[in-house]
């Protein structure tokens, strides 16, 4: 087949995946400017993004275009250097048509997988692949802003980052032309014209990423996305969603301050209480409810660190360990204790008595005496 066997179609294959990769840049570039300018929107596109199927399929898609792109370009390298052969040391200066990056690709493009690799393991691994594995922790996985703070509060996030960025520009305003090139669009006429379409294309979408990567710096410094009232309460609701899906009729409200006092009652005796809801309702996921409510007393406080609910009552429900209560007594009735019943002779054996029992029970009741007759 002409797309593997001759340097052409590899080349062909290298550009296709490329200018999907370019898009996926694009796409990716304008949803993080969307969390600078209204965050609350950008976890809306982070929860449609979730693991939904069309979500899984784009990434899935994504994965295979990245891994083709990667595997060619290391084929092609190796190829190259082997049509040279020893060739290519004789020559000692390299020609001034050719430019730096188109020697440094394979270069560029570990040291840009260097950093996807990061950023997989600070967003991706923390929220896709949490919610297809089904873990939901105290941070909930739509929760895209509060994974941007966690992540830039560290100082060698934004260096990390914005050396990506510089190995992206690089690569890109060499690959964006060389793709078109590859394709056939390889006229005298359009190649400056895709070279300059691609520097500044490439030069405003990596602007925006560096700019990002400072704003949410800065931003993170100062917890600015763990204390805005509109991102508090949709985290709060992404976080209560799991336990009212399990208990429909506990119905938790998504407002902060409204969880936060709920759950500054239910949490001390957790234990106990789901202990009781576990004899009643022997159907319901007793420990799967406990770890809904950890995660959510957790998630308070992390918001708010002055709330300091308890968490042992709930982290023993999360375990399985919850306490069977006795039933509640009356309050104000004591229980009445059983009394003895007199034990009964026999049948077909007379009752024993004793002559003065047997006076005492044959003489006539007296009538109480009068007390008016003591003052006579």
């Not at 949803?31 to 950008?42: F, T």
């Not at 520097?199 to 400072?214: E, G, M, N, R, Y």
Request: glycine share 6%; net charge negative; aromatic share 10%.
């Amino acid at each position: 087949m002409w797309l593997t066997s001759s340097s052409v179609g590899r080349k062909f294959i290298m550009a296709l995946t490329g200018i999907c990769l370019v898009l996926f840049v694009t796409f990716h570039c304008l949803m993080n400017s969307i969390a600078i300018v209204w965050p609350a929107a950008y976890n809306v596109i982070c929860e449609f993004l979730g693991a939904n199927w069309y979500a899984l399929i784009a990434s899935m898609g994504l994965a295979l275009l990245f891994i083709i792109h990667i595997i060619y370009a290391v084929w092609l390298t190796v190829m190259n250097r082997k049509a040279r052969g020893n060739d290519r040391y004789l020559i000692n200066k390299t020609p001034k048509a050719v430019e730096w990056s188109s020697k440094n690709m394979l270069v560029l493009g570990i040291v840009i997988l260097a950093f996807l690799v990061v950023h997989l393991i600070q967003f991706w691994a923390k929220m896709q692949l949490e919610e297809v594995l089904g873990h939901h922790g105290t941070v909930p996985a739509a929760a895209g802003t509060l994974f941007i703070q966690e992540a830039f509060k560290e100082i060698w996030t934004p260096i990390v980052y914005i050396i990506g960025f510089v190995a992206l520009w690089f690569h890109m305003t060499h690959g964006f032309w060389s793709m078109f090139q590859s394709i056939g669009w390889d006229s005298t006429a359009w190649i400056p014209r895709w070279k300059k379409i691609g520097d500044w294309w490439t030069s405003i979408v990596v602007a925006l990423f560096v700019a990002q990567a400072v704003v949410f710096f800065v931003q993170s410094q100062k917890d600015y996305y763990s204390t805005q009232p509109e991102l508090q309460s949709q985290y709060i609701e992404m976080a209560v969603a799991p336990l009212n899906e399990t208990l429909p009729m506990l119905n938790m409200p998504s407002d902060m301050q409204t969880v936060k006092m709920t759950m500054a009652q239910i949490a001390p005796q957790a234990d106990m209480m789901l202990g009781m809801m576990k004899m009643q309702m022997p159907g319901v996921d007793i420990q799967a409810v406990g770890q809904q409510m950890l995660n959510i007393v957790n998630l308070v406080n992390y918001l708010d660190p002055t709330a300091n609910l308890p968490v042992e009552a709930l982290q023993r429900a999360a375990d399985g360990q919850t306490q069977q209560p006795q039933m509640p007594q009356m309050m104000g009735q004591p229980q009445a204790q059983p009394q003895a019943q007199p034990q009964e002779a026999p049948q077909g054996e007379p009752k024993q008595v004793s002559p003065e029992q047997q006076a005492a029970d044959d003489a006539p009741a007296q009538e109480p005496a009068n007390p008016n007759d003591k003052q006579k």
